[in-house]
């Protein structure tokens, strides 16, 4: 699906997205990441050698989050909405960061709406 927002002033906007990528300013990212307006961990789940799915989220994934400090995290979790444990994120929780699990499809269209707002958000992607 394709995404519009008039302005994004430099910012990391996602601009598309499927089960497969996600696309950010229009480049396409295949791998699961974090992102930020001014900020992009593509990275994220290196360690994990196949698609990451929810059951395979860590406590230690979310200290590089956290070391971002946003002000709420999107987690979108793949193409169906999932909960996580809330031990899994509490270096999130312990800041007072908010977490929010949501497909991951939600998380895109939310980010962009929270960014356009000036909002210091995070959105943590499962992609695959």
């Known amino acids: 699906m394709k995404l519009h927002l ?11 997205y499927a089960i497969d990528f ?3 300013n229009h480049q396409k990212q295949h791998k699961s990441l974090v ?4 900020t992009l961990l593509d990275n994220w789940l290196a360690h994990i050698s196949h698609t990451p799915t929810i ?3 860590q406590a230690s994934d979310f200290e590089a ?3 971002l400090k946003p002000e709420v995290v999107l987690l979108g979790t793949g193409e169906k909405h999932h909960f996580l444990h809330p031990k899994i994120f509490s270096a ?19 980010y962009n709406i929270l960014m356009s707002e000036g909002r210091n958000v995070a959105a943590a992607l499962l992609v695959g």
């Open 65 to 67: 989050i956290a070391a």
């Open 92 to 110: 999130l929780t312990a800041q007072n960061i908010a977490v929010e699990c949501m497909s991951t499809a939600a998380a895109c269209r939310t």
């Open 6 to 16: 008039a302005n994004a002033d430099g910012q990391h906007l996602i601009t598309a």
């Open 22 to 24: 996600i696309a950010i």
């Open 35 to 38: 992102l930020m307006p001014n």
């Open 55 to 57: 059951n395979d989220l």
